[in-house]
T-cell receptor, first 115, second 111 residues
Framework: DTAVSQTPKYLVTQMGNDKSIKCEQN?????MYWYKQDSKKFLKIMFS???????INETVPNRFSPKSPDKAHLNLHINSLELGDSAVYFC??????????????FGPGTRLTVT | GEDVEQSLFLSVREGDSSVINCTYT??????LYWYKQEPGAGLQLLTY?????DMKQDQRLTVLLNKKDKHLSLRIADTQTGDSAIYFCAETSSGYSTLTFGKGTMLLVSP
């Protein structure tokens, strides 16, 4: 059973298009995240959701809009894609940090290429 | 803001020990982690250490934490070619659950 899954694994699209990446976790976790890994492998947090509510938004352009229909899903919608959006996007999940543990489990990543 | 630094590259021979080092600046770091990323794959949580611990051992992995110097290391004993990957050091601070990552250390294990 896959703990954190993402679809699609690869996404190639043209500048200006709108696309979505989906993420699902079956770990019963309360908190989900999106991270971006650039071409130099640098990983940076984009968003964090706890029980479907946005708790962290790290200076991400408002073309990126996360949506959490329930606490097992956190989707990422990107409008007006730009070349600089090309990266690998990782979804992750963890228990609520109030339990004192911050182990985050990552999905396999979605490689987005904007041409 | 928080900063996590790692050396970018390490090359060892199969059977040797590997030591990957990491330094961090945030004195309120609560947990420190090591993640492994194989080519084209996601991040695998290897181990983590709470900030009030000095050492944690898990099979071939030993994590050492020097909180005074804000230095974390990962030792892999009897390194195998399958250990070749990028290793990321990461930290979280009390009250925040997001991870701050280092830039990753590429470990290359030669036969």
């Amino acid at each position: 059973d896959t703990a954190v899954s993402q679809t699609p694994k690869y996404l190639v699209t043209q500048m200006g298009n709108d696309k979505s990446i989906k993420c699902e976790q079956n770990l019963g976790h309360d908190t989900m995240y999106w991270y971006k890994q650039d071409s130099k492998k640098f990983l940076k947090i984009m968003f964090s959701y706890n029980n479907k509510e946005l708790i962290i938004n790290e200076t991400v352009p408002n073309r990126f809009s996360p949506k959490s229909p329930d606490k097992a899903h956190l989707n990422l919608h990107i409008n007006s894609l730009e070349l600089g959006d090309s990266a690998v996007y990782f979804c992750a999940s963890s228990q609520d940090p109030i339990f004192g543990t911050y182990e985050q489990y990552f999905g396999p990543g979605t490689r987005l290429t904007v041409t | 803001g928080e900063d996590v630094e790692q050396s970018l590259f390490l090359s060892v021979r199969e059977g040797d020990s590997s030591v990957i080092n990491c330094t961090y600046t945030d004195s309120s770091s609560t947990y420190l982690y090591w993640y492994k990323q194989e080519p084209g794959a996601g991040l695998q949580l290897l181990t983590y250490i709470f900030s009030n611990m000095d050492m944690k051992q898990d099979q071939r992995l030993t994590v050492l934490l020097n909180k005074k110097d804000k230095h974390l290391s990962l030792r892999i004993a009897d390194t195998q070619t399958g250990d070749s990957a990028i290793y990321f050091c990461a930290e979280t601070s009390s009250g925040y659950s997001t991870l701050t990552f280092g830039k990753g250390t590429m470990l290359l294990v030669s036969p």
